[in-house]
């Protein structure tokens, strides 16, 4: 009996975390296979290694040649199949498509042969530790990627770590069960029972509060980030991006630039660093502005001149509002931007709204460089005078030709996915920009929530979709890209900025007059903009402000926005709204409530493994029993091909053990074995210290022979005690 539950045990151990590996890809939606098949021919293969190694030696090996054999069999009969399948699977997973791929076949395969890995590591090398550890981090990695943790996998997992304990410290190799040790299996029994109760008293427990839960897992996550980010120096270091964030958005406070103005702005200013156009996936394209400005000069007819056109274009809006705005002339502001990184290569310009940057007009300095711009309210461009010069009227035509081209380059959204979003807006009769904004702003009141900590999103999901239908929580990259997609679904050109937000009280005046800001990291912020036909690309800021209001800030937003009336199906008031990233730490962050089982199961499961493990190696020294030591060092000496056939009670053991070991003092060998033969055939109880000693000795022979040890053979010596 003692030998068969023993054997379950070992195929539970060998099979469990393979079974929840295969109900988390089961949980993906762009693959679909046989979940029962799988798991039918993986607890076969595993009962194939157990019982032929509990059988024969000679059988266990016969058996693992002819799985050799019929996997490469499998593969010339099906390597094709298979490898479309991995070639189609993954883009499947990824994109979530809605047409689901079944690889059974493939999965089969790969089940079988994970489970051959599995029980290989558990007969042959015996590294329980390592085929746990391995198979965990592919749960973690499915789990990070967006598989779902169904009840099945968390009880499985449960019972995983039950029955990983349960042969750890009672169902020891080469030794039973006995009345003896009764005491120690009761006491067992009831930590193990107590581990279960906990575990499942903490599941109840989440369940019922799992806000504070996860504010507190949270909070853990972003000191982590906030360490790494410091030690690594990446907190300093300025950065716009394209890639929308898929997790929490954790600030290190570090000061990324520093700016340098001649007078205190008066408004709010945006800082650009990265402009985006198109979007697929979670990502937006840097806009180069190529395809605009190429059309434009072919509509003018100047293909040959399109540098020219992109120099008029670059400085346009600056440049005419100096020459036609009288006014102007006496407001033009300087700036000079320093990274706070003293290493960094100036590839790329943070610069502000209405600037005259273009690569021949700023102003490069050891450690910075400067520009010049105006304020919003500083712009009053006067068209009317376009035809008063040769240059006027060049740059009239490219700014018409520019404002018809862009209806086409900047409305474009990807032709496949983000089917809800595209259902949402093609139901509204939206035709302006005033009733587009108002649809905008409305709807994210009523129906999103702004945190930085809104969870992870799986990212074979659309970041877009998730956070404006399903998790409804997010931060500026998710309303400014939300806000892009919506606005040129409702046919207005619209591209994606990154940056960061300076408010005017951030700047301290120096002595020299001039006045100051250093920008951390938490003014990092990403906006929607919109092209004015009067002064060019315009930020349009729709993340919920402090308040929790959205409130747009537009240039000349005068009118007032109209109500429109929200789809009915969507809604989803917000209670608590959270604060915007505009310089000012968010210090009340609010979330929709999510369940935290995943991370804590993951958590549970690894710290189980370590407490058994951690108890393992410092338990009592009197849990040690001298006579499962002296066994442990034959199996040694046995697998290193020594004293095969020996058991310990030959007359002779004594001495061939002396020269097998010659290394080892002979007195301390036959102390051992005086030790060892009193332990089996004396009712002389043994002492602490006798126990002690041959437990070192045993360390010692261990020792010996693993430093002599080579290649693969030193896992052997790896998992012993």
């Given at each position: 009996m003692h030998k068969f539950i023993n054997l379950v045990i070992e195929i539970c151990i060998c099979f469990i975390p393979i079974g929840v590996i295969l109900f988390l890809l089961r949980s993906f939606t762009g693959i679909t296979f046989s979940l029962w098949s799988c798991m039918g021919i993986?607890?076969?293969?595993?009962?194939?290694?157990?019982?032929?190694?509990?059988?024969?030696?000679?059988?266990?090996?016969?058996?693992?040649?002819?799985?050799?054999?019929?996997?490469?069999?499998?593969i010339h009969a099906y390597g094709g199949e298979m490898y479309q399948d991995v070639v189609y699977a993954i883009p499947n997973i990824v994109l979530s498509a809605e047409r689901a791929r079944d690889i059974t076949t493939t999965m089969l395969f790969f089940t079988s042969l994970l489970c051959a890995l599995s029980a290989f590591f558990e007969y042959s090398l015996s590294l329980h530790g390592i085929l746990s550890m391995g198979l965990l981090a592919i749960i973690v990695l499915l789990l990070v990627t967006g598989a779902e943790l169904s009840i099945p996998a968390v009880l499985l997992l449960l019972v995983f770590f039950v029955v990983f304990a349960i042969r750890k410290t009672i169902f020891k190799e080469g030794k039973t069960i006995t009345f003896s040790s009764i005491t120690k299996k009761r006491i067992t029994a009831c930590i193990l029972c107590g581990l279960l109760a906990v575990t499942i008293i903490f599941l109840v427990f989440s369940s019922l509060f799992s806000s504070p839960l996860s504010s507190l897992a949270y909070t853990a996550e972003g000191w982590v980030s906030r360490t790494l980010q410091d030690i690594s120096g990446i907190g300093d270091l300025p950065e716009a991006t394209g890639q929308i964030n898929y997790g929490n958005n954790y600030k290190t406070g570090e000061t990324e630039l520093t700016l340098v103005t001649t007078e205190q702005p008066t408004e709010t200013m945006y800082i650009c660093g990265f402009t985006g156009k198109d979007y697929y996936h979670g990502n937006w394209t840097y806009d180069t502005e190529e395809e605009a400005i190429s059309q434009v000069a072919e509509?003018?007819?100047?293909?040959?001149?399109?540098?020219?056109?992109?120099?008029?274009?670059?400085?346009?809006?600056?440049?005419?509002?100096?020459?036609?705005?009288?006014?102007?002339?006496?407001?033009?502001?300087?700036?000079?931007?320093?990274?706070?990184?003293?290493?960094?290569?100036?590839?790329?310009?943070?610069?502000?709204?209405?600037?005259?940057?273009?690569?021949?007009?700023?102003?490069?300095?050891?450690?910075?460089?400067?520009?010049?711009?105006?304020?919003?309210?500083?712009?009053?461009?006067?068209w009317a005078r376009a035809e008063e010069n040769r240059y006027y009227g060049i740059a009239n035509r490219v700014r018409l030709e520019y404002r018809k081209v862009i209806q086409n380059v900047y409305t474009t959204v990807p032709a496949d996915g983000l089917e809800r979003l595209k259902t949402l807006c093609n139901a509204q009769n939206i035709s302006t920009f005033e009733e587009a904004t108002a649809f905008i702003q409305q709807y994210f009141m009523k129906h999103l929530t702004y945190s930085t900590t809104p969870g992870r999103t799986p990212i074979n999901e659309d970041i877009v979709e998730t956070f404006l239908f399903d998790s409804r929580t997010g931060y500026c990259q998710h309303y400014a890209s939300a806000a892009v997609l919506m606005y040129r679904l409702f046919g207005i050109p619209c591209r994606?900025?990154?940056?960061?937000?300076?408010?005017?009280?951030?700047?301290?005046?120096?002595?020299?007059?001039?006045?100051?800001?250093?920008?951390p990291d938490t003014s990092a912020h990403a906006w929607a903009e919109v092209f004015d036909e009067n002064i060019g690309w315009t930020p349009v800021d729709l993340t919920p402000d402090n308040a929790g209001n959205v409130v747009p800030e537009y240039p000349g937003m005068e009118f007032e926005l109209p109500v429109i009336e929200q789809p009915a199906e969507q809604s989803q008031a917000i209670e608590t709204p959270g604060t915007k990233e505009q310089g000012t730490p968010q210090t009340t962050e609010q979330r929709e409530e999510r369940s935290p089982y995943p991370i804590f199961i993951v958590l549970i499961?690894?710290?189980?493994?370590?407490?058994?493990?951690?108890?393992?190696?410092?338990?009592?020294i009197e849990d040690k029993d001298v006579t499962h030591i002296f066994q442990s060092i034959l199996a040694i000496l046995h697998h290193e091909k020594l004293m095969v056939g020996y058991t310990g009670t030959e007359e002779d053991f004594v001495k061939a053990l002396s020269q097998e070991l010659q290394d080892i003092n002979q007195s301390d060998i036959e102390k051992m074995m005086d030790i060892v033969y009193r332990t089996a055939f004396s009712n002389k109880p043994i002492t602490e210290e006798e126990t002690f000693f041959v437990d070192k000795m045993y360390k010692t022979i261990r020792n010996a022979f693993a430093t002599k040890a080579k290649g693969i053979h030193r896992l052997y010596y790896w998992k012993k005690d």
């Open positions: 993986g607890v076969l293969t595993i009962a194939l290694f157990a019982v032929t190694h509990a059988l024969h030696k000679g059988l266990y090996w016969f058996s693992i040649c002819a799985l050799i054999i019929a996997y490469t069999g499998f509509n003018m007819q100047f293909s040959d001149y399109t540098n020219w056109i992109r120099g008029i274009y670059g400085s346009m809006f600056f440049s005419m509002n100096y020459d036609t705005n009288w006014d102007a002339r006496r407001t033009r502001r300087q700036m000079i931007v320093y990274y706070a990184n003293d290493n960094m290569n100036y590839h790329g310009f943070f610069t502000p709204y209405y600037t005259n940057v273009t690569y021949g007009n700023v102003f490069m300095q050891d450690d910075g460089y400067g520009l010049q711009y105006f304020e919003q309210n500083e712009m009053d461009v006067n994606y900025v990154a940056g960061y937000v300076v408010q005017p009280n951030d700047f301290v005046r120096l002595d020299n007059g001039r006045w100051e800001a250093d920008v499961a690894v710290g189980a493994v370590f407490f058994v493990y951690a108890w393992k190696k410092k338990r009592n």
